[in-house]
């Protein structure tokens, strides 16, 4: 039984009235329905009919799903994930725990451009972080269509004058060695007020409203949408060479000494050389050792 799916449906399912017993004789098909229903449920923010016609994607998007709140945008997506079309996008207007990489849980208050886009492709699993590089081109190329300049940095950041305005974490789910779909999941700092974050993360976070006003959500996300169709669509065409020149286009980590913490507390310190086919971060220590980096959370040490 998925409890998140069940606190989300809550109110809908008047489980508050039901027992134990009751709750537990919910299946699948209720839940996916119930979530289904809720997400097609107006919420001035988030106009859901009027984002579809606005749409200039032939897939992506297509079948849309909006939220008042969720817990993750990425749980709700792949709850639904077997019950729904390649493309579909779930966005709320909040995220009560939103996840970042590592399992790291980052703010997401209203105002941000907060969804989960659902994938099937039929590749291997090996080129699913791939997606990741995808996806932070697709968002630096929304920005500049704005004329607001980014860069990314290594491996799911986009700055903007060295602050964060967007992550990205992308999820897959697989049964043995078979990939059933990817999921990914943008956060984007559009029109939130920085001072609702905590202490912590005001420093190095930042919004769009503080270098233009000629974004509004419902443009940034059709945008985005138009831009990470056109981008996928390379990925899918294996056009790998228009994603890393992309990518390296707006590099903030190539050529500067960094920090990468893994799990279990281990650190790696060195030079970014580069990126490799499949995009892991090559770094060389201080010993002239290149290793290659494939997860973790990056710090530019100058």
Same mark, same amino acid.
């Given at each position: ?5 069940? /606190? ?5 399912? /008047? ?17 996916? #329905? ?39 945008? /990425? ?10 079309? /390649? ?11 939103? #996840? ?155 050529? #500067? ?46």
């Amino acid at each position: 039984m998925n409890k998140d799916i069940l /606190n989300l449906l809550a109110n809908k399912l /008047n489980l508050k009235d039901k027992s134990a017993e009751e709750i537990l004789q919910i299946g699948i098909e209720d839940l996916t #329905k119930g979530v289904k229903e809720l997400g097609t449920e107006p919420i001035d923010s988030i106009p859901r009919e009027k984002i579809r016609g606005l749409l200039e994607t032939k897939e992506i998007g297509r079948e849309l799903y909006c939220f008042k709140s969720v817990k993750s945008t /990425n749980i709700v997506a792949k709850f639904l994930s077997d019950h729904v079309s /390649n493309g579909t996008v779930i966005i709320s207007e909040t995220q009560t725990m939103g #996840k970042g990489r590592s399992g790291k849980k980052y703010e997401s208050p209203e105002g941000g451009i907060w969804l989960s886009i659902i994938l099937k492709p039929d590749i291997s699993p090996a080129k699913a972080p791939l997606l990741t590089l995808t996806t932070a081109v697709a968002v630096t190329r929304t920005l500049k269509a704005f004329n607001i300049e980014s860069e990314i940095k290594w491996p799911n950041d986009i700055l903007i004058n060295d602050k964060k305005v967007c992550g990205i974490l992308t999820e897959s789910i697989a049964k043995f060695n078979d990939l059933q779909s990817i999921i990914v999941g943008v956060g984007i700092n559009s029109q939130i007020d920085i001072n609702e974050l905590p202490e912590e993360l005001r420093t190095n976070a930042i919004s769009l409203t503080e270098v233009t006003d000629h974004v509004n959500n419902i443009k940034g996300l059709v945008k985005f949408l138009k831009e990470f169709e056109y981008c996928y669509n390379k990925f899918l065409e294996e056009d790998f060479n228009f994603i890393f020149n992309e990518w390296r286009r707006h590099n903030h980590t190539i050529g #500067k000494n960094v920090e990468i913490k893994q799990p279990y507390d281990k650190i790696i310190t060195g030079y970014a050389v580069g990126i490799n086919k499949e995009g892991a971060l090559i770094v060389e220590e201080t010993n002239g050792n290149l290793v290659k980096i494939y997860s973790g959370e990056c710090r530019v040490l100058n």
